[in-house]
């Protein structure tokens, strides 16, 4: 029974020719997404191992590529240096009782216990 729903062909009870058939492009199709997929990652892998900016930084192409990464990565370093001051201004000091907790709890304690 289905109950009213509509069974694909492959997951019916009781498969036939399509059922199977169906069945065999779908694990087909998994192959070659997990093959792809591990296809792209040996390329990417590659090409983070063969950077020109890793192997020879003075070369043409090493120069060029630290300076379009730097192009790129400037505006994203600048606006997380950004929202990082922005959270401090908007925070809040520590009360006395957390400051004293913290000296407490430091290993850098300033004034070392006197040994008698």
Same mark, same amino acid.
């Given at each position: 029974?289905?109950? +009213?729903?509509?069974? !694909?062909? #492959? %997951?019916? !009870?009781?498969? +036939?020719? *399509? +059922?199977?058939? @169906? &069945? /065999?492009?779908?694990?087909? /199709?998994?192959?070659?997404? $997990?093959?792809?997929?591990?296809?792209?990652?040996?390329?990417?892998? =590659?090409?983070?191992? #063969?950077?020109?900016?890793?192997? %020879?930084?003075?070369?043409? =192409?090493?120069?060029?590529?630290?300076?379009?990464?730097?192009?790129?990565?400037?505006? &994203? =370093?600048?606006?997380?240096v950004l929202?990082?001051? +922005?959270? *401090? *201004?908007?925070?809040?000091?520590l009360p @006395?009782?957390?400051?004293? !907790?913290? !000296?407490? $709890?430091?290993?850098?304690?300033? %004034?070392?216990?006197? &040994?008698?």
């Amino acid at each position: 029974r289905n109950e +009213g729903r509509v069974v !694909r062909p #492959k %997951d019916a !009870r009781y498969k +036939g020719p *399509l +059922g199977e058939a @169906e &069945q /065999f492009i779908y694990e087909l /199709f998994d192959q070659l997404r $997990a093959e792809e997929n591990e296809r792209l990652q040996n390329i990417q892998q =590659l090409m983070q191992d #063969k950077r020109p900016m890793e192997t %020879d930084r003075k070369s043409a =192409l090493g120069v060029a590529e630290a300076i379009v990464v730097g192009i790129i990565r400037a505006p &994203q =370093l600048f606006m997380s240096v950004l929202q990082r001051v +922005g959270e *401090l *201004l908007n925070s809040q000091p520590l009360p @006395e009782e957390d400051k004293e !907790r913290l !000296r407490d $709890a430091s290993p850098l304690k300033k %004034d070392p216990p006197s &040994q008698k």
